[in-house]
């Protein structure tokens, strides 16, 4: 009995491809969810080394943003290491609360993935807080076994609603 369920197993998953790698599938999109929204945190609370340590560090890395008044382009690790050094900093810690992701969609090609979603954020200013949903985009890389952002775009509330 036991061989013969071993045989109908093996043969579902010639028959039935997307049942193939589907634990692997929940387990990598855990992983990316989880640098993504590691990354996140570490830019809300200011700490600019663990933020850093979800990235690539080469120049082909892209960070892309829009906001009400404006928005910024960086192209390359050094390029964005240094105007992260300008906002990730310590005392920003307080100053935006995550609230969270969601309406996540997650498309994985081998050692690369595409994900979008949407971050739900607080900023407290000048005593005032104001709740702000982003679309967002992360292009992943796997690499030594981790998965690393090489592409982020933010697209804040006041800019696409």
Same mark, same amino acid.
Request: hydrophobic share 35%; net charge positive; with cysteine.
């Given at each position: 009995?036991? &061989?013969?369920?071993?045989?109908?197993?093996?043969?579902?998953?010639?028959?039935?491809?997307?049942?193939?790698?589907?634990?692997?599938?929940? /387990?990598?999109?855990?992983? @990316?969810?989880?640098?993504?929204?590691?990354?996140?945190?570490?830019?809300?609370?200011?700490?600019?080394?663990?933020?850093?340590?979800?990235?690539?560090?080469?120049?082909?890395?892209?960070?892309?943003?829009?906001?009400?008044?404006?928005?910024?382009?960086?192209?390359?690790?050094?390029? @964005?290491?240094?105007?992260?050094?300008?906002?990730? /900093?310590?005392?920003?810690?307080?100053?935006?609360?995550?609230?969270?992701?969601?309406?996540?969609? @997650?498309?994985?090609?081998?050692?690369?993935?595409?994900?979008?979603? &949407?971050?739900?954020?607080?900023?407290?200013?000048?005593?005032?807080?104001?709740?702000?949903?982003?679309?967002?985009?992360?292009?992943?890389? &796997?690499?030594?076994?981790?998965?690393?952002?090489?592409?982020?775009?933010? @697209?804040?509330?006041?800019?696409? /609603?």
């Amino acid at each position: 009995m036991k &061989k013969s369920l071993s045989v109908l197993f093996v043969i579902a998953l010639f028959i039935c491809p997307s049942l193939k790698g589907q634990t692997d599938n929940a /387990k990598e999109e855990a992983a @990316i969810k989880a640098v993504i929204e590691g990354e996140i945190n570490a830019s809300f609370n200011g700490d600019y080394n663990t933020w850093a340590s979800y990235f690539v560090h080469e120049s082909y890395v892209v960070w892309m943003q829009a906001w009400k008044d404006g928005y910024g382009s960086w192209v390359g690790w050094d390029e @964005i290491s240094k105007q992260a050094k300008n906002w990730v /900093k310590p005392e920003r810690k307080g100053t935006i609360t995550f609230n969270g992701n969601y309406d996540y969609k @997650i498309r994985i090609y081998n050692n690369a993935a595409y994900v979008s979603f &949407k971050c739900k954020s607080t900023k407290i200013s000048q005593g005032q807080s104001n709740v702000s949903d982003a679309m967002e985009v992360r292009f992943l890389e &796997k690499s030594d076994g981790g998965w690393k952002i090489a592409y982020l775009s933010s @697209i804040y509330t006041a800019t696409y /609603k």
